[in-house]
T-cell receptor, first 110, second 113 residues
């Protein structure tokens, strides 16, 4: 069983929609939770960083962590075609090791 | 401008050749990483470094080697390329205080024929 599970999609939504991306995990030691965005033929770019449980908002993006359910989410409000990319969740218990999800491909149609 | 660079971006090479993938960062980060990424798959850590003269193997078994002689430079070498090495290689760095926030280079897409 993988430590981190992420629905690969693809997820296709119309412009302006609210997008919900999710990951589940099995390791209760994870304390750091990240979301990365990766455009085609580019490296991942850090979008959101959360320590422990709770919500974090940055512009149109909101990250939620529910440690009791071992479930994290990324919400994108007012989605734009430029949001079309692959979104990777990532988690760490600390130290050098970060576990990445396989990514969800998102398409936002104009 | 603070950034992380990888060269070459694309490389097609024959079996048995020795190759070096270059990675440099200008952010002064102590920690650097090499990941392998295949389409639709997770990133797998193949090497990491805490600082100069410090290198460790990651979780993914790899026939590559790395060196860290300067803080900003973390090259990865394959002594004898094989078709199974065909993949995307991503270099990343992070600072000591926020090591979970990694900054990635654009990647090198390697094809071994």
């Amino acid at each position: 069983q993988k430590e981190v599970e992420q629905d690969p999609g693809p997820l296709s939504v119309p412009e302006g929609a609210i997008v919900s991306l999710n990951c589940t995990y099995s390791n209760s030691a994870f304390q750091y939770f990240m979301w990365y965005r990766q455009y085609s033929r580019k490296g991942p770019e850090l979008l959101m960083y959360t320590y422990s449980s709770g919500n974090k908002e940055d512009g149109r993006f909101t990250a939620q962590v529910d440690k009791s359910s071992k479930y994290i989410s990324l919400f994108i409000r007012d989605s734009q075609p430029s949001d079309s990319a692959t979104y990777l969740c990532a988690m760490s218990a600390g130290g050098f090791k970060t576990i990445f999800g396989a990514g969800t491909r998102l398409f936002v149609k104009a | 401008e603070a950034d992380i660079y990888q060269t070459p971006r694309y490389l097609v090479i024959g079996t048995g050749k020795k190759i070096t993938l270059e990675c440099s960062q200008t952010m002064g980060h102590d920690k650097m990483y090499w990941y392998q990424q295949d389409p639709g798959m997770e990133l797998h850590l193949i090497h990491y470094s805490y600082g100069v003269n410090s290198t460790e193997k990651g979780d993914l078994s790899s026939e590559s080697t790395v060196s860290r002689i300067r803080t900003e430079h973390f090259p990865l070498t394959l002594e004898s390329a094989r078709p199974s090495h065909t993949s995307q290689y991503l270099c990343a760095s992070s600072d000591q205080g926020m090591s979970q926030s990694q900054y990635f280079g654009p990647g090198t897409r390697l094809t071994v024929t």
